[in-house]
């Protein structure tokens, strides 16, 4: 599966963007989806994921109640709702497909999509 991310830029500290990751290949269906986050100077860190079926979802912390992800495998597709974005948001996010059960880690990543930048001024 090849995965391809867009959708950041920069929006003022309490806006809201949507990222989207589109993959390609037809073993998409068969991967849960994540996206983590590297902040400059800083360790990439897991953000959310969902289950293949869409069935279960997991955030971290600081990102539970603002973030939201989906997926559509009829469109081989991946979204994450970013909401009340704060200026620890800013990072670049990257979407990846995972195996595993629960929340994935790095070694759990198949395959990972390019960055896209996600910038939130104060």
């Known amino acids: 599966v090849q995965l391809q991310a867009s959708g950041g830029g920069l929006v003022q500290a309490g806006g809201s963007l949507r990222l989207s990751c589109a993959a390609s290949?037809?073993?998409?269906?068969?991967?849960?989806l994540g996206w983590f986050r590297q902040a400059p100077g800083k360790e990439r860190e897991f953000v959310t994921a969902?289950?293949?079926?869409?069935?279960?979802?997991y955030y971290a912390d600081s990102v539970k109640g603002r973030f939201t992800i989906s997926r559509d495998n009829a469109k081989n597709t991946a979204s994450l709702q970013m909401n009340s974005l704060q200026p620890e948001d800013t990072a670049v996010y990257f979407c990846?497909?995972?195996?595993?059960?629960?929340?994935?880690?790095?070694?759990?990543?198949?395959?990972w999509g390019q960055g896209t930048q996600v910038t939130v001024s104060s």
């Open positions: 990846a497909a995972t195996g595993g059960d629960g929340p994935p880690s790095e070694s759990d990543v198949a395959a």
């Open positions: 290949g037809r073993t998409f269906s068969r991967y849960a």
């Open positions: 969902v289950t293949w079926g869409g069935a279960s979802t």
